[in-house]
Each structure stands twice: as C-alpha cells, then as structure tokens.
C-alpha cells in the first residue's frame, strides 16, 4: 500500500557527484519527516541526513558541508545530492519516511529497497 521507490544509485569516482531520488506512493495521509540513511559493510546503518515537513535540516557530520537534502510535496520526494564523494561514503543508502496512513492512525516508518553507492579511488 505504501512505496518508496529509489533511484540514481550508481558507481562514480572520488570527488565526483551522484543525485539519489526517493519517491513515496500509496495510501498516504502526510509525510513528517523524510530521511536517507546507509549502511556500508560490517557498520550499523546510520542517519545521513533527514528533513521534515517544514524544511528543517538535519545531517550527519561526516557529509555535513558535501551532501544536500530537499524535497517535494507535489509528487512526495526526497532528493539527495551528493558532491565530493569519498570512497567512505560507499554503502547501500535506504530512504526513509514518517507516514501517517490516515489523520486517525498513528506514524509509521517505512523503508525504501535500498540503492548501492560506490566510491571508487
């Protein structure tokens, strides 16, 4: 019922840029707060940066300075801008949103399929 779909995953080399996309579909009431994590290999997946329904910003500091959040409402998207990739930013990058399904229910999360980001030297 309810969908994240993701897109712009890919290979690209140190320093070079990659524009990831999150689109939510379905049955959906609102979005609070729409979010990318990432998970790399042996780590725990960590927050890389959310941002809510108002606009306020929120990012890890490894990418703080290097990586842009913004979204959507009008289709509901969250975009994220990668610039000066390193190859510590190689990890599976899953989008994330709060969801109310309807104004009576309570919020949910729900999770995106996850896409690969590769960080060549």
């Known amino acids: 019922q309810v969908q994240l779909v993701e897109s712009g995953g890919g290979l690209v080399q140190t320093g070079g840029s990659l524009r990831l996309s999150c689109a939510a579909s379905g049955s959906i009431f609102s979005i609070r707060t729409m979010g990318w994590y990432r998970q790399a290999p042996g780590k725990q997946r960590e927050l890389v940066a959310d941002i809510t329904s108002g606009g306020l910003t929120n990012y890890a500091d490894s990418v703080k300075g290097r990586f842009t959040i913004s979204r959507d409402n009008a289709p509901r998207t969250v975009y994220l801008q990668m610039n000066s990739l390193k190859p510590e930013d190689t990890a599976v990058y899953y989008c994330?949103?709060?969801?109310?399904?309807?104004?009576?229910?309570?919020?949910?999360?729900?999770w995106g399929q996850g896409t690969q980001v590769t960080v060549s030297s």
């Open positions: 994330n949103a709060d969801i109310l399904r309807t104004v009576w229910s309570s919020p949910a999360g729900y």
